[in-house]
Nanobody, 116 residues
């Protein structure tokens, strides 16, 4: 089993910044990557950003490019998401995703609300 724990999130005004972090723990013997998804009210869960441990490459949702930055430490099995210039449309529950041990693992989600 792999446990996924997120932290960060909260309420921020438009134009503000927030940082999320996520750590995976447990018996991890195969690491592929980690990332963040989000699900807004009445919407599907979408990929926001991901980091491939093997290649070091990153992928971003088009609407967050230039505003969000994903980074991480594969020794600590931790990934971060720095979110800048937040807008109301970024409001969603953000979920950490871990691909490890040939399986997908999810955190419980953390709420990000952008509102004045």
């Amino acid at each position: 089993q792999v446990q996924v724990v997120e932290s960060g999130g909260g309420l921020v005004q438009p134009g503000g910044s927030l940082s999320l972090s996520c750590t995976a723990s447990g018996n991890i013997f195969s690491r592929y990557g980690m990332g963040w998804y989000r699900q807004g009210p009445g919407k599907e869960r979408d990929l926001v950003a991901r980091l491939n441990w093997t290649t070091g490459t990153t992928d971003y949702l088009d609407s967050v490019k230039g505003r969000f930055t994903i980074s991480g430490d594969n020794v600590k099995d931790t990934v971060y998401l720095q979110m800048n210039s937040l807008a109301p449309e970024d409001t969603a529950v953000y979920y950490c995703h871990v691909r490890a041990n040939f399986h997908d693992w999810w955190g419980q989600g953390t709420q990000v609300t952008v509102s004045s």
